[in-house]
C-alpha cells in the first residue's frame, strides 16, 4: 500500500485525536443522516489523508501503525467472536456450516478466479486477495440488519457467516502468503505445510485454553468485578502476541476462538463485558479505517479503472449468489432465503485492513501487482455496503423476508391500558406485540385479535421466538415498576435509550425512590403510574387516535380535552414517535395524535 510522500507536521498525539474524532464524527453523523457508517468514514479518511493533505499516518504515527492496525483487528475479532453464542443458532445451524465449510473454500476459489482472469492479477497475488474476500464484516451486517429489519434465520446466516468467516478468510490468506513465499524463497513445500498446521492448531488450543481459563477465574471470583476488564484486555493481548508470533496473523483465529468460548460459558457478566467490548469495537472500526484511508494517495488511487469496476461486479453478481446457492444445496432452507443471502454480503473493516498487511509484504516480496490489493479492496467495501444499504431492505421486503411499514412497538406487560393503545397503533399499521408471564392479562389482547408473545420479553425463550428485527421501540407498562424499570435497563443498549419507555413509578417523586439516571426508560403516558391508569380504564378512559390539521392543531386538541394525555405522533412516511413525559411536541399538519382521554360525551350514559 502506498503512502503519501511527505509528512504533514502533526505529532503522534494530534494524530491519534484527529483519528478519534473523524471516526467517531463519521459514525454520529451517519447516524443522523441515516446513511451507512462506512462509507462516511471512508470519504473523512480519503479527505483529510491525500485531498487536504491533513493527515498522514505513515509520517505522523510511523512505525506503529502497523501494530495498531493489526491489534485493532484482533479485538474487533474477539467482539465478534464474543456474539457466537450457539443457543441463538436455532433454526440455521445447518445453513450456517454449509457456508463455513462449503461457503469458504467455494467463495476463494471463484474470487481468486476473478481476480486472475478479470481483475489481470498474478495468480500470487489473487490467491492471497481472493482469501480475504472470503471475509464478509460483522460490524457491518449488524447495523445494516437492524436497518432491513430481515427475518430471524436470514438474518442468522448472514451475521453468523460474516462472524465465523472473518479469521477463516484471514487464515485463508495467510496460507496462500506462506506458500507464495516458499515458492519465492525455493524452500520446502512440506515445511511450509507442517509451519501453518502447527501455527492454526497452537492458535486454536491457546485461543480455547486462555478462554476457558478466563472463564473459570470469573466464574469462581478469582478475578474482582472492576478488574475483570482490565484482565480480559490483557490475556486477550497475549494471547493474539504468542499464536501470532508462531504464524503471522494466527493471532486472529485464537483470539475469536477465546471469544466463542467465553460467549458460551455461561457467565454471569457476559452481558456487561460483551457492551464494553462492543463500545471498544465502536473506536477501533473508525480508528482502522480512517487510518487505512488517509493512508492512501492519488498514485493508488488511480488503479481503480474500468478491470477494478468489472471485478466488483463480477464478485458482487456472480461468484457470491453461485457460492451461498452451491453451498446451501440440498438444505431445507427456502431458495429465497439462499438468494437474500447470496445477493447480500458487504465487506467491511477486516477485509481493507488485512488487504494493507498482505499487499504491502507482497511487494516487498516481489509481487509487485500487489499494490493493487488495497484499492480493490476499498472499491469492494464502498460498493458492497453502498448497495446493501439502500437495497437490503427493499429487497428483503419484494422477497417477503423483512418487515414491511414503520418499525413497530413492543409492549411489555398485557392490560386493558395495552390492548387499547396496541388497537389504535394496530389501526396506524405500526406493528405491535403485547408479551406478559400471565396469560390472564393477554386475554383482551386476543380477543381484540393483536399479536401477543406469552412469556419473558428478557427471556431466552422470546429471544429465540420473538421477531426483535421488526420492533424500534419498548414499552413498558406491566403492574411492576421493578419489571419495567428492569425491561428498559436490559434492553436500552439494544434499541437505544431514546426508544425505550416504562410509566411512572410509585413514589419516583421521593429523594428516597430516585434511581440513578443510567436505570429506567423514559417515563411514558404523563408519568402516570399503572394503578393511575388502571382506575381511570375502569371509569372508561380509552386511547384514541386524532388527526391534526392545519385548521385543528394542537391548540385546538388542548382546549377541546384538557384532559387528554399525549401518547406520541404518526405521520405517514415518517413513522411512530413516542412522547415522553416531559416532551415539548409541535406537530406538522397531517399528523395522527394518539393520546389517552376520558370516554366521549356521547358514550357516557
Known sequence: MAAPSAGTGLDPVMAFALVGALGVGAQWLAWRLRLPAIVLMLVAGLLAGPVFGILNPSEDIGALMGPMISIAVAIILFEGGLTLDFHNLRGAEQGVKRLVVVGAPLGWIGSAAALHYVGGLSWPSAAVFGGIMIVTGPTVIAPLLRQARLKRR???????????????????????????IVFAAAGSMGHAAWEIIRGITLAGVIGYGAGWLLSEAFRRAYVPEYMKVPVLFAVLLGAFAVTDYML???????????????????????????????????????????????????????????????????????????????????????????????????????????????????????????????????????????????????????????GAGPPGVIVAGGSQFATSLADALNGLDVPVLITDTNRARLRSARDAGLPVFFGDVLSEAAEHGVEFMNYGRILAVSDNDAYNTLVTTDLGPEFGRESVFQLGRAKQNSKRHTLPATLGGQIFAGGQTYREI????????????????????????????????????????????????????????????????????????
Open 248 to 402: 503471522h496473523e494466527s493471532g486472529l483465529l485464537a483470539v475469536t476462538v477465546m471469544g466463542v468460548v467465553m460467549a458460551n460459558a455461561n457467565l454471569p457478566s457476559y452481558t456487561e463485558l460483551r457492551r464494553f467490548k462492543e463500545h471498544a469495537t465502536v473506536l477501533l472500526v473508525s480508528g482502522v479505517f480512517i487510518l487505512l484511508a488517509a493512508n492512501m494517495d492519488f498514485e493508488t488511487l488511480s488503479l481503480l479503472n474500468w478491470q477494478a469496476a468489472a471485478l466488483v461486479a463480477v464478485v458482487i453478481l456472480l461468484v457470491r449468489p453461485a457460492t451461498v446457492l452451491l453451498s446451501l444445496l440440498g438444505t431445507n432452507i427456502p431458495f429465497k432465503e439462499r438468494l437474500l443471502v447470496g445477493l447480500a454480503g458487504p465487506r467491511g473493516v477486516v477485509l481493507v485492513a488485512v488487504a494493507g498487511l498482505f499487499g504491502e509484504r507482497l511487494v516487498a516480496n516481489g509481487v509487485e501487482d500487489a499494490v493493487f490489493l488495497t484499492p480493490f479492496a476499498f472499491a469492494l467495501v464502498a460498493v458492497t455496503v453502498v448497495l446493501n444499504g439502500f437495497f437490503l431492505a427493499p429487497l428483503g421486503r419484494s422477497l417477503g423476508l423483512a
Open 154 to 180: 436470514p438474518a442468522q446466516l448472514l451475521q453468523w457467516e460474516a462472524i465465523v468467516n472473518d479469521p477463516i478468510g484471514a487464515l485463508a490468506a495467510v496460507l496462500a502468503f506462506e506458500v507464495v
Open 534 to 605: 388502571s382506575s381511570k380504564m375502569l371509569q372508561g378512559w380509552e386511547v384514541r387516535v386524532t388527526l391534526l390539521t392545519e385548521d385543528f392543531g394542537k391548540a385546538d386538541w388542548a382546549e377541546q380535552n384538557p384532559d387528554g394525555v399525549p401518547l406520541g405522533l404518526f405521520k405517514e412516511g415518517e413513522g411512530l414517535t413516542l412522547l415522553a413525559a416531559e416532551a415539548d411536541w409541535s406537530p406538522n399538519p397531517d399528523t395522527q395524535l394518539i393520546w389517552f382521554g376520558p370516554p366521549r360525551e356521547d358514550k357516557q350514559p
